[in-house]
């Protein structure tokens, strides 16, 4: 099996001409940086919402118009994003239902990024139409090649209208029975039996923060939310230009958001990679990503994924932030293709001259020149995985697989009890996976829904909860053959946290 | 002097009936197991509001009922428990007031457990109202030998009515004259001198929060609270079931409430008893446990009081929660009734299927049968205890007291200046007693209030606080032959923690 | 060059008769031992405001009448502080606006100290109508000396009147021009390009943080309204009192404020020195103090200063409070007067009774009387001081110069990136600093603004930030033979955190 979306190996990554648009001479020496770093890909938009639309309904494209067609005529795919990460200003100032709500009740003000409510009807309706609008004007361009949807979804919000679509939402996972919640959720202990779905409210310290079992219906809600927000900025993307590919940035093993359940809605799954590789435990990083990146490309079944971002030198959130040995980060790009990924990108392609991320690592520096190390790096870089354009779409066939769910990461989170300080669901899957990596062989990461018949082995490290089903997939698969290693706090409680009684289901 | 109220050391627990309602076969196999482990009682209907009044007004004693029926009939004595520790979703929804009110204003949403307002009129007539129907239906059933009062009384509220509340309260304790609360509060100091009483808010982080002296009226405005409300709940039980003994279960040394103060008002003393026997530093854990004994003992004179909960193997709530070593529940247990326990109680009898106690430790496991360690310890238990129940109601006479009284343990909290950061009233105060347990010499724990002629020894530890007439008490004491030792922080101030000019009073 | 305003050097400190305004015994006691301590003035009133003006309108100087009467009998000068530093309950009851807002919008209730908003114009009129009666009341009393402006200002307030005023000190900031400021806060990253001025609010956790231009433009908004604070409180007293001297009590390298900017508004600069003697840590620690000191004396040109407070023994603030070793006191004095300090004042003559400074350090403990050995010793400091009067007024002369800039301390402060973890801006000037002390040549400690001609050497740890002009400045100087040392971090930014494009502008 293939799929490719690329006869070559994406080199390339975050570029924010919007932050130069004074200096266009700055421009003009990006192009002539990018093909000698040898870059093939950028991707542009990310956060330009308030350039490209300064005020309600007044448009500014000519800016983008231009770079897309300077990207173009120097060879560079455009990985074109949705604004949809940052809002402008006017809009939160506007439409204060944009803003979240912090569990204290309190709306947040305007500030940072990825902020918005997941449920308010403004903002996906604005989402909608920006998005609308910049696909009719570059459906046709030549340099666009994918879609890139918003930036690194994450977070939560309980406003009132988050409250109304959760206790929505719920209904929806009881079918609309309350009994059935009540009894889900133990709701006998501590005089909880809810008798009106208006009782129900979000988890938070102030209220319920004590029920398991609410705690992973949240976990779900909110990632279903996030779901459904990509599912509305996707529709007009879909509905004009259907031949190009759409991904979204996923951050390592972020508990926020069921990544399992959400590549299923991508073309391509991509990630943003940022091994730490400054910290002196280079054997347990590079286990570790090894394993994120088999997670990200047992999503789509094998499919090869994007390395949507990296560090070409050193990052700047660390609380020491320190330049990695010369040579480290090829061989990071070189494990990230290694491992299935079909881009090697960078966040980010120039350091901005203000802002947070200004000393965030960059192909070209505050110097401006390309005669520094890491751009010398990045460009043999470039020529390396030139020569390994042939690799791209092919699929991995791995015969063993660790199992990593991530509703069952959220259940061993909750609970209380036993260890309740050093329970740690990816370190305990790495250590289990960390043997067949050191001994060159292929594992993959999958989900406690994927099929397992295609393995000689499936381990199960600290598979709590056994979803409906699970136990007579495990059961088949082992009647079939197949070799089902768990671990200690195998098969506890069922999916809402649900112990069985007199042992496993 | 011998006061008893069982001529059997009672041996049982926490049940919750409540929350296997839809499967009456385990109520069934409770009963045959509560017998095979040698329990004679139960304390039930703790939590269980929402399903004795699932709707305002709307009544479902049924399964209460068949409960005390059964286990009457099979000889084990109910412990019955009013319902105000955690209220219905219904109640909370319909009457906000009930629910508190943090520092930062803002109100509570429903959730957890032991968080009403101590002041809402509604929540004390709501409490009123189902404790008399409660009462009222039982008050001939021969299985009720005990009321249990809500549970673990804790915490407080900074809502408007207990703002007001408190000033009365104020009004009351400085003989409604602000001039007194101004001198007793040093309020020249930083510009303080308050001139309505109106101007006087509960001590907060966004607040007045250096005002010891305020600090201290709060913690007794807080404790007398909940004194209060506890009588507010007992005055239909005393009035419907005159001859039924009343407790409530204390925490530990739990600072929120004076519990010498509190004790004068029940008939019983009963504590929940936890110690950590799994962190290998049972010396220490063992003579902190015997000096919490010994205090509640000497808040009733010596009267027996009840062990009300303790593991019978694990907890869910440490860091780590490892099982004791085999036999160690039984020493505990021991431990108890040889310092004036008249009782061994576990929580809990069963574990909960979900919720977030179902991994505290319990008599029957998720298993559901007999066969485990901890039940087979349990009922080997069950066995001893029956042949000691000669001891019950025996009263102690000891010769050795230490001083810990409850407002100045508040004192020793609050003032600022000199070690800010280690001061620990208990552990002060459990290295003077430790030394008489190990050679075999029983010590009282009482107030600086209590009489002291009684005893040939009266060590006060950090005893930073003297009450009015305490000095002169004191002085008396010594001049009838008392002997009276006083540690480093002796005596350095008044009531509203206001330094003694030119030394002791 | 000459400038002072005693011919011998204060003794004294803060002292409250306010507290003991009910036991006029005290008063006569403190005269007394005032004599005995040799002690020559005393600052009150600080915190009186609730005593002066009980009511709104209602006042009462009769106590301060009296008292100011007493010092100067006693040859005791005044040092005579306006009230501002705490307001009385019933200004707060009836005006909240006075009150400060935390960041999360809520707004603070009455309590403590060093909380009023810092624009209120309400508490502002308060403020200046207060400071006209004190003024006019004492104008010729032959006590009166020199005016203390408030206490330690300090802090800020999030308040809508605050958040208009930040957004005026914007517009006069940035020209106007909402483009200007656009590109100096590099709003195109994360699109936060303002189309209003109404968009801005201040920084906040649950807003806008990720801006370090505007975080800086925040500090110096703040920074500015402590001092437009200090210039409404002083009015009154410029008017009244033309010749009676002003100062205020900084608080070592206090970041909160750009003391080097506000200095220049004080007649004489004073600070409130709290070296840790009792750390085992000595050395580090007067070369910290002894840089403070240089600082303060630099703000002025070399003038001398006051050491407005310090204390005669311990403090109650540290984690654990221990008593210096005998004559560490003295050295500590000695040190002050030898960088400059024409005064050695303590915090506090007197111990409070009640109150949350009760056990800070006084020269009169709870005991009350002089047979102390804290007594003694200032007593004995006293007389060392009295023959040390000839050095008042004096000027220092430095030839080198360490730059410490509250500017650009911010801008270390804020800047993610590198060491996030370590950074410590005063620990580093101090590292550059101590070995200049240490070889007994005189250093001055000065912002970049300040002249470097008259040094022959000026060292410039962490001067991450050049202001306009700077640049220019240094190579001017160093073209003109002088020697300047910079470290790594120099010169990477400009005034608005932006970063020097192709290096050093």
Redesign the interface.
């Given at each position: 099996m293939e799929k490719k979306f690329f006869d070559f190996i994406i080199h390339g990554g975050d570029y924010?001409p919007?932050?130069w648009?004074?200096t266009p001479e700055i421009w003009d020496e990006d192009m002539r940086l990018m093909k000698l770093a040898h870059v093939n890909s950028a991707t542009i938009n990310i956060?330009?919402?308030?350039?490209i639309e300064?005020?309600e309904g007044v448009y500014n494209f000519g800016w983008l118009d231009t770079m897309m067609d300077k990207l173009h005529e120097n060879g560079i795919s455009v990985i074109l994003a949705t604004?949809s990460?940052?809002?402008?200003?006017?809009l939160?100032?506007k439409y204060p239902e944009v803003l979240r709500v912090?569990e204290?009740?309190?709306r947040?003000?305007?500030?940072?990024?990825h902020n918005h409510c997941l449920t308010s009807p403004i903002y996906r309706e604005k989402v909608r139409e920006i998005n609308r609008i910049i696909a009719e004007r570059y459906k046709n361009h030549p340099a666009l090649k994918m879609w890139h949807i918003s930036n690194e979804y994450c977070g939560e919000c309980h406003c009132e209208l988050c409250q109304e679509a959760f206790r929505d939402w719920l209904r929806d996972y009881y079918h609309n029975d309350l009994e059935e919640l009540n009894?889900?959720?133990?709701?006998?202990?501590?005089?909880?039996?809810?008798?009106?779905w208006?009782?129900i409210?979000s988890?938070?310290y102030?209220?319920?923060?004590?029920?398991?079992?609410m705690k992973l219906c949240w976990n779900r809600f909110v990632s279903d939310s996030h779901i459904s927000f990509y599912e509305n900025e996707i529709a007009p993307l879909r509905e004009i230009t259907p031949d190009i590919p759409i991904t979204t940035n996923f951050m390592k093993m972020y508990d926020g958001i069921d990544y399992q359940k959400f590549a299923k809605k991508l073309d391509l799954v991509s990630w943003d990679n940022y091994p730490a590789w400054d910290k002196g435990r280079n054997a347990e990083e590079s286990a570790e990503t090894a394993f994120v990146h088999d997670a990200f490309r047992s999503m789509k079944d094998g499919q090869p994924f994007f390395m949507m971002e990296s560090t070409p030198s050193l990052v700047?959130?660390?609380?020491?932030?320190k330049l990695p040995k010369p040579g480290m980060q090829e061989l990071s790009a070189i494990q990230a293709v290694a491992h299935g990924a079909d881009s090697v990108q960078y966040f980010q392609w120039r350091?901005?001259?203000?802002?947070?991320?200004?000393?965030?690592g960059a192909v070209v520096d505050?110097?401006?020149h390309e005669h520094t190390r890491v751009f010398r790096d990045v460009a043999r870089l470039g020529t390396v995985l030139e020569k390994l354009g042939g690799v791209t779409g092919k699929y991995s066939n791995s015969k063993v697989a660790v199992i990593y769910d991530w509703e069952n990461g959220w259940a061993v989170k909750h609970?209380?009890?036993?260890?309740?300080?050093?329970r740690n669901y990816v370190a305990e899957c790495v250590k289990w996976y960390a043997p067949f990596r050191e001994k060159g062989v292929s594992c993959d990461v999958i989900s406690m829904e994927d099929d397992f018949s295609k393995y000689d082995l499936v381990i199960a490290p600290f598979l709590y909860m056994l979803k409906d089903g699970t136990d007579k997939r495990i059961e088949d698969y082992v009647a079939n053959g197949g070799n089902f290693l768990a671990t200690y706090l195998f098969g506890l409680v069922d999916k809402?946290?649900?112990?069985?009684?007199?042992?496993f289901p």
């Open positions: 924010n919007d932050q648009i004074k956060f330009s919402w308030s350039l300064p005020e604004p990460g940052a809002r402008p200003p006017w939160a100032q912090e204290n009740g309190i947040n003000e305007f500030g940072v990024r009894e889900s959720w133990w709701n006998g202990f501590w005089s909880h039996r809810v008798t009106d208006s009782q409210n988890p938070k102030r209220g319920e923060n004590h029920v398991s079992a700047n959130w660390h609380d020491i932030n350091k901005s001259k203000g802002g947070h991320e200004k000393y965030h505050h110097c401006g609970f209380c009890g036993f260890n309740n300080v050093n809402n946290d649900m112990c069985f009684l007199g042992g």
